[in-house]
C-alpha cells in the first residue's frame, strides 16, 4: 500500500463525546505536514450520539472528517475500530496516519499497522517531513534522538503523547467535508460491551500538571529541589508509594509532607531490593 500523493491521517479519539486535547494536538502537527506535502488532513471519528465535533476537528484543520455516529461506535472496542480504520484506510489510500499515545491509541495503532502491513513508530517526540518528502519520526534513544522512516510501506504510521505538540487556534471559519460511515453490525464481532463502569479520576493529570519530578531507584538521597518543592507545601495528589521498607526515607518525607503523602504498602522484612518509583504532581 504505496502512495505518494494521499492525505495525512489523523485517528481522533472521544470520551463521553468529548474529544481530548491529543487530537486537536495531532490535527496541528497533520496540518503543519500536509501543507508541506501539499496535501489534505483527515480524521477519523467514531462514537455515538455526537453533534458538532466533526466541526470541531474541520476548526482545527481537517479538510474532511469520516463520522461514525452509531451506538457501535460509543465505545471503543479493538476488533470493531481496527476493521472499520483498515477498510478505510485501504480504501483512501493514506500517505500517513496519526494517532495520540493513548491507552486506546497504544492497543489500536499497533493493531491497524499489523493489518496494513505498514511500520508504527511509537512515542515520537518531533514529527517532520525530510528532503525525500517521507515522514522523519523522532524518539529518543541512546542519551540523544534517533530518526525512524517508513520508505516502502504505506501508511507512514507515528503514536505521539498528549502534550508533544500545541493545541493549535481553532479557526471557526474554516470549512470541511463530513463524511458519514455505516453504523457497524455488532452480530459480525466475536467481542460486545454490555455495561461500562466509570470511575472519575483523582488529583491533577500528568499532562495538566505544571512540574513533574520523577525520582526512581536511589530515591532515598532525595535532591535538595525535590525536598524544597515539598517544604513549599505545594500538593500533589497521588501518594508516594514504597515497595518494601525505607525508614529513612519514609521518616524524611513525613517531616517535609506530612503523613498524608506517604503510603506505604506493608512491611515486608525479608525484601533486599527496594523498588522505588515516584512521581509528584504539584499544582
Same mark, same amino acid.
Given at each position: 500500500?504505496?502512495?505518494?500523493?494521499?492525505?495525512?491521517?489523523? $485517528?481522533?479519539?472521544? $470520551?463521553?463525546? #468529548?474529544?481530548?486535547? $491529543?487530537? &486537536?494536538? @495531532? @490535527?496541528?502537527?497533520?496540518?503543519?505536514?500536509?501543507?508541506?506535502?501539499?496535501?489534505?488532513?483527515?480524521?477519523?471519528?467514531?462514537?455515538?450520539?455526537?453533534?458538532?465535533?466533526?466541526?470541531?476537528?474541520?476548526?482545527?484543520?481537517?479538510?474532511?472528517?469520516?463520522?461514525?455516529?452509531?451506538? +457501535?461506535?460509543?465505545?471503543?472496542?479493538?476488533?470493531?475500530?481496527?476493521?472499520?480504520?483498515?477498510?478505510?484506510? #485501504?480504501?483512501?489510500?493514506?500517505?500517513?496516519?496519526? $494517532?495520540?499515545?493513548? =491507552?486506546?491509541? !497504544?492497543? %489500536?495503532?499497533?493493531?491497524?499497522?499489523?493489518?496494513?502491513?505498514?511500520? %508504527?513508530?511509537?512515542?515520537? /517526540?518531533?514529527?517532520?517531513?525530510?528532503e525525500n518528502g517521507l515522514l522523519d519520526a523522532k524518539i529518543p534513544a541512546y542519551g540523544?534522538?534517533?530518526?525512524?522512516?517508513?520508505?516502502?510501506? !504505506?501508511?507512514?504510521?507515528?503514536?505521539?503523547?498528549?502534550?508533544?505538540?500545541?493545541?493549535?487556534?481553532?479557526?471557526?471559519?474554516?470549512? +470541511?467535508?463530513?463524511?458519514?460511515?455505516?453504523?457497524?453490525?455488532?452480530? =459480525? &464481532?466475536?467481542?460486545?460491551? @454490555?455495561?461500562?463502569?466509570?470511575?472519575?479520576?483523582?488529583?491533577?493529570?500528568?499532562? =495538566?500538571?505544571? /512540574?513533574?519530578?520523577?525520582?526512581?531507584?536511589?530515591?532515598?538521597?532525595?535532591?535538595?529541589?525535590?525536598?524544597?518543592?515539598?517544604?513549599?507545601?505545594? =500538593? &500533589?495528589?497521588?501518594?508516594?508509594q514504597f515497595v518494601g521498607q525505607f525508614p529513612r526515607l519514609t521518616e524524611k518525607l513525613k517531616r517535609y509532607a506530612g503523613n498524608s503523602?506517604?503510603?506505604? @504498602?506493608?512491611?515486608?522484612?525479608? !525484601?533486599?531490593?527496594?523498588?522505588?518509583? %515516584?512521581?509528584?504532581? &504539584?499544582?
Open positions: 500500500m504505496k502512495n505518494n500523493t494521499g492525505p495525512v491521517w489523523v $485517528i481522533a479519539e472521544q $470520551i463521553d463525546c #468529548r474529544i481530548p486535547s $491529543i487530537t &486537536f494536538q @495531532l @490535527l496541528g502537527q497533520a496540518r503543519k505536514l500536509a501543507d508541506e506535502l501539499k496535501t489534505t488532513v483527515e480524521a477519523v471519528l467514531l462514537g455515538n450520539k455526537m453533534k458538532d465535533q466533526p466541526r470541531q476537528l474541520i476548526a482545527a484543520g481537517a479538510d474532511r472528517v469520516y463520522f461514525g455516529n452509531a451506538p +457501535g461506535f460509543e465505545v471503543y472496542q479493538s476488533e470493531i475500530y481496527t476493521k472499520v480504520i483498515v477498510d478505510l484506510a #485501504r480504501h483512501q489510500h493514506p500517505k500517513i496516519m496519526l $494517532i495520540g499515545s493513548t =491507552s486506546v491509541g !497504544r492497543e %489500536l495503532a499497533p493493531l491497524v499497522a499489523a493489518r496494513l502491513k505498514t511500520g %508504527l513508530t511509537a512515542h515520537c /517526540i518531533d514529527l517532520v517531513i525530510n540523544g534522538l534517533i530518526s525512524i522512516i517508513c520508505p516502502e510501506k !504505506r501508511p507512514q504510521m507515528a503514536t505521539v503523547a498528549g502534550g508533544v505538540f500545541e493545541n493549535p487556534d481553532p479557526d471557526e471559519n474554516r470549512t +470541511g467535508e463530513i463524511t458519514v460511515l455505516a453504523a457497524p453490525d455488532l452480530n =459480525s &464481532f466475536r467481542v460486545q460491551t @454490555l455495561e461500562t463502569v466509570t470511575e472519575n479520576p483523582k488529583g491533577v493529570p500528568l499532562e =495538566s500538571a505544571p /512540574i513533574v519530578v520523577a525520582c526512581g531507584a536511589g530515591g532515598y538521597q532525595l535532591p535538595g529541589l525535590v525536598l524544597h518543592f515539598i517544604s513549599q507545601k505545594h =500538593s &500533589f495528589d497521588r501518594g508516594l503523602a506517604v503510603n506505604l @504498602l506493608g512491611n515486608h522484612p525479608n !525484601r533486599t531490593r527496594v523498588v522505588l518509583h %515516584l512521581v509528584l504532581f &504539584f499544582l
